[in-house]
């Protein structure tokens, strides 16, 4: 009788493929027990194969009575291929071969033999120690064959399983499922499977035991990670990541730029509560919040006003680290960065309030959390802020305390401008104020502002008013019309008309900068970035069907003063060409204490090296106008809708 392999052996094929022929009856056979294991198996007669394969059988692959030809020994394995168990064992059997040479000395060598097993036994009786183990021990210390000095007895079949190849790997397939199959529900559909395309290995499927300890030995955690987490969890937990070295970084260099959630509980103006938003820009070198912003939903103005806040207390950074948020990404804010498309590549667009400031603006990649440290400092800012709050809600349902709901329900809700007032001096007299913690060992402890000032090479500055101009808002180009250039914020178009300017410039490309906190007025540049011009709002112009006499009549005195300014232009140009308590309590006090203390010390000296000024001439002389158009009341609404929703593109 031939088993599955022998026969696979003689017709030169897989023994999947004698099993097929076997389950399809193409192949006689019977069923038996395997005596090494006791499990069933299938077994060929001889003369069930043909004659061919028979003599091919009796010929070469029959056992013969020849002498069997000594295996070669293989070379033996250095010590450190061992365990550390192991390891241990081959000294202490080398150390007791060693005294028992020494101890035969100058002694008859039967009775020292026996001597000395017996204080053996006395010393080590965990060890079997008999004259013939220690003659086989001694032969295996002077081969240096370190086996023969190890108990093998129950290691034998270490590492070694009877469980089918294709069986394994069935179960693996169904193991490595991003559905995270359990393993018993695996080796169950392993079973299903093979009842239906192998029944010959379904009797050979091991037990639960089996199957666990060979995933145990043979699949490493990295593995497991990949095939049931998927690639981010990979990355995040068993792939390589690059360290960055923050020792030869200067203050200011570095600002990371993003939002966070609040963990508590706020009650804004008309009463509706709510968890309001930080928006944050965090110095790389000491982890000092620069600037922030406290608002209701993260959006680009969010953004703008906590870049200003920075700026004017620490001054300009050179490079802004921020995530792929639209808050971020927009394209007069820091431009379009990732979002960038192909086909607008080479259309001009305004440059964004970053590059007006010469700050470089460097974005994470998607899905990259751990890139961005002010993560970090997030938890912080929950740890030892967020939680002083009555109202804290924790970060997950874990997290939340269990008094909360009485909290609410007794009407306990800071106010949401008392809360922007408390965070913003906890933030700069106490969250800033903390021991540095971060990866340089040699500011280990000091005071985060310290660090800071120790490390700041260069402070680029600009003025309040400098700074206005250069966080104005950019529209995208428009053609001047007839109304001349507009704004639509909120729903609302804004027409800005100067009859000079429409003269001048009507039908021509340009873009629009502007203040969000005063909409009044905008400026005007070209394709080039030149200035052009101051524009006002002009609301007034707008005539409804049913008005008054007098504002028909201020308008139609409007559209005839346009006339009148060609008529007086064209006469002037040829004239021209012919001439030529709580703890909350207790670490607002301390916040203040340090910012009193930092008003009163004042900042530590540090040269200015770069001013940052706006030098802008218009292309337009300016010329006086007899009155202020008045805003209406569309322009307060659009004011209103503007703040509270995010910035849409123009």
């Known amino acids: 009788m031939l088993t599955v392999a022998q026969v696979a052996q003689v017709k030169g094929c897989t023994e999947r493929y004698v099993r097929t022929m076997i389950a399809k009856g193409k192949l006689e056979h019977v069923l038996d027990d395997d005596p090494r294991n006791h499990m069933r198996q299938y077994l060929v007669p001889v003369a069930a194969l043909p004659e061919k394969l028979q003599a091919k059988y009796y010929g070469r692959v029959a056992p013969t009575k020849t002498a069997a030809i000594a295996a070669p020994q293989e070379p033996p394995k250095p010590l450190d291929a061992y365990s550390e168990e192991e390891r241990r064992e081959i000294e202490l059997w080398i150390g007791i071969v060693q005294e028992w040479k020494t101890y035969r000395i100058g002694r008859d060598r039967k009775a020292a033999d026996g001597a000395f097993v017996?204080?053996?036994?006395?010393?080590?009786?965990?060890?079997?120690?008999?004259?013939?183990?220690?003659?086989?021990?001694?032969?295996?210390?002077?081969?240096?064959?370190?086996?023969?000095?190890?108990?093998?007895?129950?290691?034998?079949?270490?590492?070694?399983?009877?469980?089918?190849?294709?069986?394994?790997?069935?179960?693996?397939?169904?193991?490595?499922?991003?559905?995270?199959?359990?393993?018993?529900?695996?080796?169950?559909?392993?079973?299903?499977?093979?009842?239906?395309?192998?029944?010959?290995?379904?009797?050979?499927?091991?037990?639960?035991?089996?199957?666990?300890?060979?995933?145990?030995?043979?699949?490493?955690?990295?593995?497991?990670?990949?095939?049931?987490?998927?690639?981010?969890?990979?990355?995040?937990?068993?792939?390589?990541?690059?360290?960055?070295?923050?020792?030869?970084?200067?203050?200011?260099?570095?600002?990371?730029?993003?939002?966070?959630?609040?963990?508590?509980?706020?009650?804004?103006?008309?009463?509706?509560?709510?968890?309001?938003?930080?928006?944050?820009?965090?110095?790389?070198?000491?982890?000092?919040?620069?600037?922030?912003?406290?608002?209701?939903?993260?959006?680009?103005?969010?953004?703008?006003?906590?870049?200003?806040?920075?700026?004017?207390?620490?001054?300009?950074?050179?490079?802004?680290?921020?995530?792929?948020?639209?808050?971020?990404?927009?394209?007069?804010?820091?431009?379009?960065?990732?979002?960038?498309?192909?086909?607008?590549?080479?259309?001009?667009?305004?440059?964004?309030?970053?590059?007006?400031?010469?700050?470089?603006?460097?974005?994470?990649?998607?899905r990259n959390a751990r890139a961005k440290i002010i993560e970090r400092r997030f938890l912080d800012f929950k740890n030892q802020i967020s939680r002083l709050f009555m109202t804290f809600t924790g970060g997950n349902v874990l997290e939340k305390p269990a008094n909360l709901k009485h909290v609410l329900k007794a009407g306990h809700v800071p106010a949401d401008h008392r809360l922007r007032e408390v965070v913003g001096q906890l933030l700069e007299g106490y969250f800033n104020e903390q021991p540095y913690n971060g990866s340089v060992a040699a500011d280990k402890g000091k005071n985060r502002k310290d660090v800071y000032y120790d490390h700041l090479e260069e402070k680029r500055v600009a003025s309040a008013d400098d700074l206005t101009l250069m966080l104005m808002r950019s529209t995208r180009l428009q053609k001047v019309g007839r109304m001349g250039v507009h704004l639509t914020i909120g729903g609302f178009r804004i027409d800005y008309r100067d009859d000079a300017f429409c003269l001048r410039y009507q039908g021509e490309q340009v873009y629009v900068r502007y203040d969000p906190e005063n909409i009044s007025s905008v400026r005007v540049y070209d394709e080039q970035d030149r200035f052009i011009a101051v524009l006002q709002a002009n609301s007034n112009i707008i005539s409804g069907y049913v008005t008054s006499k007098e504002v028909a009549k201020e308008s139609i005195s409007k559209i005839k003063s346009a006339k009148k300014l060609a008529r007086q232009e064209i006469k002037s140009r040829v004239l021209a060409s012919m001439d030529q308590v709580?703890?909350?309590?207790?670490?607002?006090?301390?916040?203040?204490?340090?910012?009193?203390?930092?008003?009163?010390?004042?900042?530590?000296?540090?040269?200015?090296?770069?001013?940052?000024?706006?030098?802008?001439?218009?292309?337009?002389?300016?010329?006086?106008?007899n009155g202020a158009l008045p805003l209406d009341t569309m322009l307060k609404n659009a004011e209103n809708a503007q703040r509270a929703s995010q910035h849409k593109d123009i």
């Not at 192909?342 to 309030?353: R, Y």
Request: aromatic residues 12%.
């Open 118 to 366: 017996a204080q053996m036994r006395q010393r080590h009786p965990e060890l079997s120690i008999s004259t013939d183990v220690l003659y086989r021990r001694w032969k295996a210390w002077r081969d240096q064959h370190y086996d023969g000095l190890i108990d093998r007895r129950g290691k034998w079949r270490k590492g070694r399983y009877a469980m089918d190849e294709t069986v394994w790997e069935c179960f693996l397939s169904y193991w490595f499922d991003l559905r995270k199959y359990p393993m018993k529900q695996c080796i169950h559909y392993t079973q299903l499977w093979c009842e239906q395309e192998h029944p010959e290995l379904l009797a050979g499927i091991p037990s639960y035991s089996a199957f666990y300890r060979r995933w145990k030995a043979e699949i490493p955690e990295a593995l497991n990670v990949l095939g049931r987490e998927g690639d981010k969890v990979f990355d995040d937990r068993c792939g390589p990541y690059l360290p960055r070295i923050y020792d030869d970084m200067a203050s200011n260099d570095f600002w990371i730029a993003d939002n966070h959630t609040f963990d508590i509980i706020s009650e804004g103006e008309n009463g509706t509560r709510h968890r309001l938003y930080l928006t944050a820009f965090m110095d790389a070198r000491s982890g000092i919040i620069t600037g922030f912003h406290i608002t209701d939903n993260p959006s680009s103005e969010a953004t703008i006003y906590a870049l200003r806040a920075g700026i004017l207390q620490y001054g300009i950074p050179k490079y802004i680290y921020v995530d792929n948020g639209r808050e971020f990404l927009t394209y007069d804010v820091g431009g379009l960065g990732h979002r960038r498309k192909k086909k607008s590549a080479d259309t001009f667009s305004p440059p964004p309030i970053f590059a007006r400031l010469g700050i470089t603006m460097i974005n994470a990649q998607v």
């Open 582 to 625: 709580d703890a909350l309590d207790l670490v607002l006090g301390d916040a203040q204490r340090n910012i009193a203390a930092r008003m009163e010390n004042g900042e530590p000296d540090r040269s200015v090296l770069q001013i940052h000024r706006v030098s802008e001439e218009p292309l337009m002389p300016p010329r006086v106008v």
